[in-house]
């Protein structure tokens, strides 16, 4: 419906649970059978047909898995558009992993904000321009203190869309008192090899904020 500013992927799954078999036939699946065709983000250059194939998907998978700094007692939100290779990954991990995951059908500031605090979401995904929305509506109003990391990709972030997230939430709490401060990581390369490829981290003490595509 119209009003429904997310949904809950464990929802959305219990729903399939309960539609009759028939409509799930098995289809005979080959690894090298090409199962995705999609672009990589333009950020060195022109965006350039990726083709994935079951094979592919699968290793993606479960590199993103090993890579990804979360777990199954993280909720996951994600405000990012499904025409990007890395939302599925990121959205079959989440599940493989069995970590909640929330998906925001609007692209409103206010919306993945009220989201956050509502819920206690602790990993944020979203894309540098919905950062940049954010940003300029304000994080005034709203505690935030939930969020352990905050996770971007297709771009590079700047560093005044960085900083202010990086004064929120906790990556690590003793006690329930912060210990380590939010951590803010563009990731890189998931549609050219299936996963994200390349990171880059700031933090709280970060002091080089130059748009390198940093390490693998």
Known sequence: PPQLAAIKVAEMLNLF?????????????????????????GTTGS????????????????????????????????????NHFINYTGLLSAML???????????????????IDSVGITVVFCFPHTYQAIYERGLQGYRLDSVRLWLAGA??????????????????????????????????GSSEVGFAALFRFASRYSRLFGRHMGKP
Request: proline share 7%; hydrophobic share 40%.
């Open 155 to 188: 771009d590079s972030s700047h560093e005044a869309h960085i900083v202010p997230f990086l004064e929120k939430g906790a990556f690590l709490r003793l006690f329930g008192k912060p210990v380590v401060a939010s951590i803010y990581a563009d990731t890189y």
């Open 97 to 115: 992993a069995n970590i909640q995951t929330w998906l925001v059908t609007r692209d409103s500031p206010e919306d993945i904000l009220e989201l």
């Open 17 to 41: 649970t309960r539609v009759p078999l028939q409509y799930f036939s098995p289809v005979a699946m080959n690894g090298d059978d090409i199962c995705l065709i999609c672009h990589t983000s």
């Open 47 to 82: 965006p350039k047909g990726v083709v994935h194939t079951n094979a592919s998907l699968v290793a993606g998978l479960r590199r993103q898995l090993v890579a990804e700094p979360v777990t199954s007692k993280d909720w996951a939100l994600s405000a990012s558009p499904f």
